[in-house]
T-cell receptor, first 113, second 112 residues
Framework: ETGVTQSPTHLIKTRGQQVTLRCSSQSGHNTVSWYQQALGQGPQFIFQYYREEENGRGNFPPRFSGLQFPNYSSELNVNALELDDSALYLC????????????FGDGTRLSIL | KQEVTQIPAALSVPEGENLVLNCSFTDSAIYNLQWFRQDPGKGLTSLLLIQSSQREQTSGRLNASLDKSSGRSTLYIAASQPGDSATYLCAVRDNYGQNFVFGPGTRLSVLP
């Protein structure tokens, strides 16, 4: 059984650029949740995708957007990057949108210069 | 709005000591509470999950307790080892069960 994988591992961008992060969910999982973890803080919920639709969103601006594909893998897109977007981005997959255990990937470290 | 806090923010102990990490949450209407471990620059490893109807869970040298009515959980680590050095995160899920609300973590250093 393949776990949750995220790519790339590390990424460096400059202010104003756009970035796409990818997450492959665990086999049998149809739900992906994305979290942002700033240095020294706990992860914060960005949004969740269930069966290719956004299914709940945290307190993040619209320049954070996502997609989920028919194979349930997911992308997180961030436009107009700001310095405060520097963080570890974690995705978690689960077998349903609520109450199911979430399995986390190792994250993508995004640095904004 | 649910808020989760953890005390202390950082802890340094000599090897072999027993220690307690604390987690508090403001809304007692939770579905479950989970403790995670995070090594530097890495993802989250689940340690213990306590359902709202449970009082405690144990795994090896780890014991987690939950007092839902007072909004508190503790993680007890027995006979600490240098390999326990990591950040420990507490997270709660509300009764809708969709996403976690995380605390800021406790950074633990166990000195040989």
């Amino acid at each position: 059984e393949t776990g949750v994988t995220q790519s790339p591992t590390h990424l460096i961008k400059t202010r104003g650029q756009q970035v796409t992060l990818r997450c492959s969910s665990q086999s049998g999982h149809n739900t992906v949740s994305w979290y942002q973890q700033a240095l020294g803080q706990g992860p914060q919920f960005i949004f969740q995708y269930y069966r290719e639709e956004e299914n709940g969103r945290g307190n993040f601006p619209p320049r954070f957007s996502g997609l989920q594909f028919p194979n349930y893998s997911s992308e997180l897109n961030v436009n107009a990057l700001e310095l405060d977007d520097s963080a570890l981005y974690l995705c978690a997959s689960s077998s349903g949108p609520t109450h199911q255990p979430q399995h986390f990937g190792d994250g993508t470290r995004l640095s904004i210069l | 709005k649910q808020e989760v806090t953890q005390i202390p923010a950082a802890l340094s102990v000599p090897e072999g000591e027993n220690l307690v990490l604390n987690c508090s949450f403001t809304d007692s209407a939770i579905y479950n509470l989970q403790w995670f471990r995070q090594d530097p620059g890495k993802g989250l490893t689940s340690l213990l999950l306590i359902q709202s109807s449970q009082r405690e869970q144990t795994s090896g040298r780890l014991n987690a307790s939950l007092d839902k009515s007072s909004g508190r959980s503790t993680l007890y680590i027995a006979a600490s080892q240098p390999g326990d050095s990591a950040t420990y995160l507490c997270a709660v899920r509300d009764n809708y069960g969709q996403n976690f609300v995380f605390g800021p973590g406790t950074r633990l250093s166990v000195l040989p």
